[in-house]
């Protein structure tokens, strides 16, 4: 298995650009999330799916959009980049019945915006 | 609200000692889970040990383990003989089951192994 991929490892973009982060996952988990972690703080939850065909706003969605059309990929796009989604992106996902609530990530994608 | 709470942000020792990480956290529920998470400079988000509240047993994981204190709130970390590659950012998060499993987390402790 090789658990939750993403890509591009890294991305510079410029201001007004936009993009999709990919996010892949081969353990058949119906939850996935999205986060941002800016420079020395914590985790914020962008958005969150708990099946294909549902999503759902987290804490920082503003500026991002995703789709889940399948249990394995849960893509984020960025519209219109600003420099203030300069930050590393983390997808995860989580099974529902083994192990509840734990959530198993990815390597994360580093994105800067100038 | 819930929240969680790290009180230290940096702390270091030297290599083969113990150290010991803090978390508080706030919640009403009785049923949850809890979680310590490891950030070494590769970013990479690796999962130390997972606690499940109704449990009172604390779990343990080789050289990790935890000091689960219920009504105190309280979940600390213990590292025995510590190794330079304990050296991360370790985040403290809980879950509620009735939430749609979004992690709360801390603002880490960034742990320092000295050789």
């Known amino acids: 298995n090789a658990g939750v991929t993403q890509t591009p490892k890294f991305r510079i973009l410029k201001i007004g650009q936009s993009m999709t982060l990919q996010c892949t996952q081969d353990?058949?988990?119906?939850?996935m999330y999205w986060y941002r972690q800016d420079p020395g703080m914590g985790l914020k939850l962008i958005y969150y799916?708990?099946?294909?065909?549902?999503?759902d706003k987290g804490e920082v969605p503003n500026g991002y959009n995703v789709s889940r059309s399948t249990t394995e990929d849960f893509p984020l796009r960025l519209e219109l980049a600003a420099p203030s989604q300069t930050s590393v992106y983390f997808c995860?996902?989580?099974?529902?019945?083994?192990?509840?609530?734990?959530?198993?990530f990815g390597p994360g994608t580093r994105l800067t915006v100038l | 609200a819930q929240t969680v709470t790290q009180s230290q942000p940096e702390m270091s020792v030297q290599e083969a000692e113990t150290v010991t990480l803090s978390c508080t956290y706030d919640?009403?529920?009785?049923?949850?889970?809890l979680f310590w998470y490891k950030q070494p400079p590769s970013r990479q988000m690796i999962l130390v040990i997972r606690?499940?509240?109704?449990k009172q047993q604390n779990a343990t994981e080789n050289r990790f383990s935890v000091n689960f204190q219920k009504a105190a709130k309280s979940f600390s970390l213990k590292i025995s003989d510590s190794q330079l590659g304990d050296t991360a950012m370790y985040f403290c998060?809980?879950?509620?089951?009735?939430?749609?499993?979004?992690?709360?987390w801390g603002a880490g402790t960034k742990l320092i192994i000295k050789p």
């Open positions: 995860a996902s989580s099974p529902w019945t083994t192990s509840p609530g734990t959530q198993y």
């Open positions: 353990m058949n988990h119906n939850y």
């Open positions: 799916s708990v099946g294909a065909g549902i999503t």
């Open positions: 919640t009403s529920e009785n049923n949850y889970y």
């Open positions: 606690q499940e509240a109704y």
């Open positions: 998060a809980f879950i509620l089951p009735d939430s749609n499993y979004q992690l709360i």
